[in-house]
Antibody, heavy 121, light 113 residues
């Protein structure tokens, strides 16, 4: 059974930093691209960032480019998102999602339960 | 960027009746070299993460009831629930995965009439 477990969410002040993790089990982690998708309270889904299975390619939404960094440690089956210069509009539940294939042009077939990030003073 | 739109915003359907949700992309998501539409549908119930229902526009994910079906090609797509059940109350999103940025439709909320 595939399980994705996010952690690291919490309350942070505007301009601050936060790091999220997503621990994966039940899959050959390095074989699949992984993404972060966020959902602001009461709103729809917004793709944030994707990393290829080997970690050699990364992609970002314009709204987070230059502020967020996606990475992965395939030896630990863990995906990361380092978020810097946080803004109020970054407040959301952040989901990690596994792609169906190694590279980015594939659908999300498994999702974690999400972790809430609140940016507020 | 590809803009995804959905209609209606919400709908209420009687139990056992058909529910139809439309999704339109601002440009084609059909990749000519493999003849596949890079379009997925997800179901999200309150307090839960999204769940994959349909991929490649019309392929049902394993374990998804066969009352859910997807159709369409190019820029126009449809998700049909043939006989609405109480457990189908949710928000449904379409999403393209043709290239980044991946974008989702705004969602369609389905309720029981």
């Amino acid at each position: 059974e595939v399980q994705l477990l996010e952690s690291g969410g919490g309350l942070v002040q505007p301009g601050g930093s936060l790091g999220l993790s997503c621990a994966a089990s039940g899959i050959t982690f390095s074989s699949y691209a992984m993404s972060w998708v966020r959902q602001a309270p009461g709103k729809g889904l917004e793709w944030v960032s994707t990393i290829s299975g080997p970690g050699d390619s990364t992609y970002y939404a314009d709204s987070v480019k230059g502020r967020f960094t996606i990475s992965r440690d395939n030896s630990k089956n863990t995906l990361y998102l380092q978020m810097n210069s946080l803004r109020a509009e970054d407040t959301a539940v952040y989901y990690c999602a596994e792609h169906s294939m190694t590279y980015y042009d594939s659908y999300f077939d498994y999702w974690g339960q999400g972790t809430l990030v609140t940016v507020s003073s | 960027d590809i803009v995804m739109t959905q209609s209606p915003d919400s709908l209420a359907v009687s139990l056992g009746e058909r529910a139809t949700i439309n999704c339109k992309s601002s440009q084609s998501v059909l990749y000519s070299s493999n003849n596949k539409n890079y379009l997925a549908w997800y179901q999200q119930k309150p307090g839960q993460p999204p769940k994959l229902l349909i991929y490649w526009a019309s392929t049902r994910e394993s374990g998804v009831p066969d009352r859910f079906s997807g159709s369409g090609s190019g820029t126009d797509f449809t998700l049909t629930i043939s006989s609405l059940q109480a457990e189908d109350v949710a928000v449904y999103y379409c999403q393209h995965y043709y290239f980044t940025p991946f974008t989702f439709g705004p969602g369609t909320k389905v309720d029981i009439k």
